[in-house]
């Protein structure tokens, strides 16, 4: 799977979640880091995208992803751990994990794509 594929909706949910948290709390701190954590994982997307209609891998995208998602995670995880609320950082914190899972294990495999194929025994 590419990395495109889960980084352009990740991206867009953060982004919106961080809106939705200054609309509803009036907290900039949401909005600053939904905005400008979802704006870096939209960049990120979109790099990987052309790099892929270009039939190349966009390590740099790959880093943005990684960190990005890195970032999410222990950051919301902690936000957890201090209120114990799932929502918003429960549920950010997982899927940011998630994400850094998946980021990092495109990252061990070189970030082909046919990795996870071969991985699979679909060559």
Do not use: Q, W
Request: hydrophobic content about 50%; charged content about 10%; aromatic content about 10%.
């Amino acid at each position: 799977m590419h990395d495109f594929c889960f980084t352009i909706p990740y991206g867009l949910l953060v982004l919106v979640g961080g809106a939705v948290g200054y609309a509803r709390r009036g907290s900039t701190a949401s909005l600053a880091g939904g905005a400008g954590s979802g704006a870096v994982l939209l960049l990120a997307g979109f790099l990987s995208l052309k790099a892929f209609e270009n039939r190349r891998n966009s390590y740099l995208a790959l880093a943005l992803e990684t960190l990005c998602s890195l970032i999410l995670t222990f950051v919301m995880g902690e936000r957890y751990l201090e209120t114990s609320k799932i929502m918003p950082a429960g549920l950010v914190a997982a899927l940011s994990g998630m994400m850094s899972l998946f980021y990092l294990y495109k990252i061990a495999s070189g970030g082909h794509a046919t990795a996870c194929a071969a991985l699979l025994g679909r060559n």
